[in-house]
């Protein structure tokens, strides 16, 4: 089973880009370097590893919101992030607009 989302042109934000591409979560089965022969299939960078805080997603959030995406360099409005618990083997949608208000953090 594969876990992702497509991205980019007449998708949502468009990350300014004129085609559509997939974004696969699961980082720990698949390296970009196993996808080259699929220029439309992307592997999401892993930007944290470490215990399950709110405070590390706030962290790596706000840096998003300074530096832009992690997966199209340049673009400065990301949506979010997608947080994997391993405990519980579940992936969770973050996203950055609006998001901590409705929960709270």
């Not at 930007?47 to 706030?58: D, K, R």
Request: charged share 20%.
């Amino acid at each position: 089973m594969h876990w992702g989302e497509w991205f980019g042109h007449d998708i949502n934000r468009g990350y300014g880009l004129k085609h559509r591409q997939f974004a696969l979560f699961n980082t720990g089965r698949w390296k970009q370097s196993d996808l080259r022969l699929i220029p439309s299939l992307k592997v999401v960078p892993t930007i944290h590893t470490g215990p399950f805080s709110t405070v590390s997603i706030c962290v790596e959030t706000a840096k998003l919101e300074s530096n832009g995406s992690a997966i199209v360099p340049g673009y400065m409005a990301p949506e979010g992030v997608i947080v994997y618990l391993t405990e519980a083997q579940q992936y969770f949608k973050y996203t950055l607009k609006g998001d901590q208000r409705k929960r709270g953090w």
